[in-house]
C-alpha cells in the first residue's frame, strides 16, 4: 500500500463530501470541485475523516490510492483555504498591473502582454513588481503561474525576467577578456 495513502483525509466542518459510486464532489467556502474515482480504489468515509485503500495488490491500485488521497487532500483544502502563488518582476521597466480577470505586463518587449485569467483564478498586484495569483484548485494556479514566468523567465547573467518569489537563480560570472 501506498504510504500517502495510508495517512486520512481530515474534513473541516465547513466543508461538505459526497461520496458517489465513481466520483467524489467536494463543496466548501471557496468553490465545488469533483473527481472521478480511479478502479482499484476504495474510500471510505469515517465520520470528519476519508480513508484510501487499494482493492487489489497490484502496482497500479496501490500507486492510485496515493495519488487520488493527494488529490482529495488539495481539493479539500483548495476549497476550505484555496493556494497562493506569487511571482515577482525583476528588471528595469519591468512591471504588471492586474485589471479584473486580465493581468497587464510589462516585460521589455516592445509591446504589451495581456494575460486573460481563467475562470476561478483571482490576481492581485500590491506592487508594480509583485503578482500574487490565488484560486481553489492547485493544479491550475500553478500552471497560470507557470505561463506568466514562460513570458519572460530568468537569465542567467543579469537575473532579469519573471520569478517565483522563493524561486532563487543563480548568476553566472560574465566572460573575461
Known sequence: MSRIAKSPVVIPAKVEVDLTANSINISGPLGKMSQ????????????????????????????????????????????????????????????????GAMLNLELGYSHPINHKMPEGITVKTATPTEVEITGADKQVVGQVAAQIRAYRAPEPYKGKGVRYSDEVVQIKESKKK
Not at 490510492?65 to 511571482?87: D, E, I, W
Open 36 to 99: 472521478s474515482l480511479t478502479k482499484g480504489v476504495e474510500l471510505k468515509r469515517e465520520g470528519e475523516t476519508i480513508t484510501f485503500s487499494a482493492t487489489s495488490n497490484e502496482t497500479h491500485a496501490r500507486a492510485m490510492s496515493g495519488t487520488l488521497r493527494s488529490l482529495v487532500a488539495n481539493m479539500v483544502q483548495g476549497v476550505s483555504v484555496g493556494f497562493t502563488r506569487k511571482l515577482t518582476l525583476v528588471g528595469v521597466g519591468y512591471k504588471a498591473q492586474a485589471q
